[in-house]
């Protein structure tokens, strides 16, 4: 299994950043894709995921309405178009298979174990 995230930068507060995540090693399509994130000094935490379809998605509450994930079954490969960044969402960010959803209102994410190189975003304010 390899996951390769790229896209990342430094972008001030209030900008865009597209990451993508190439992968191989797995049949994509049968696989729920997530994104990760972990700043200094904290947890990995999850931000979004996708299903296999590319269908129905999930965001965390600290990024939904700013954050979109996308995939592409046919390049094995997927996307998380940030915009409207902040200081906060400064990390190194990651994709993984895993499982995800909402209990009980609240996001949350599982991933495989499975982890790639990351991507550092940094946002300036």
């Known amino acids: 299994v390899q996951l390769q995230a790229s896209g990342g930068g430094l972008v001030q507060a209030g900008g865009s950043l597209r990451l993508s995540c190439v992968t191989s090693?797995?049949?994509?399509?049968?696989?729920?894709m997530g994104w990760f994130r972990q700043a200094p000094g904290k947890e990995r935490e999850g931000v979004s995921c996708?299903?296999?379809?590319?269908?129905?998605?999930y965001y965390a509450d600290s990024v939904k309405g700013r954050f979109t994930i996308s995939r592409d079954n046919a390049k094995n490969t997927v996307y998380l178009q940030m915009n409207g960044l902040k200081p906060e969402d400064t990390a190194v960010y990651y994709c993984?298979?895993?499982?995800?959803?909402?209990?009980?209102?609240?996001?949350?994410?599982?991933?495989?174990?499975?982890w790639g190189q990351g991507t550092l975003v940094t946002v300036s304010s």
């Open positions: 993984a298979r895993g499982n995800c959803g909402y209990r009980s209102g609240t996001y949350y994410s599982v991933a495989d174990g499975d």
């Open positions: 090693g797995f049949i994509f399509d049968h696989y729920v």
């Open positions: 996708i299903n296999a379809s590319g269908d129905t998605t």
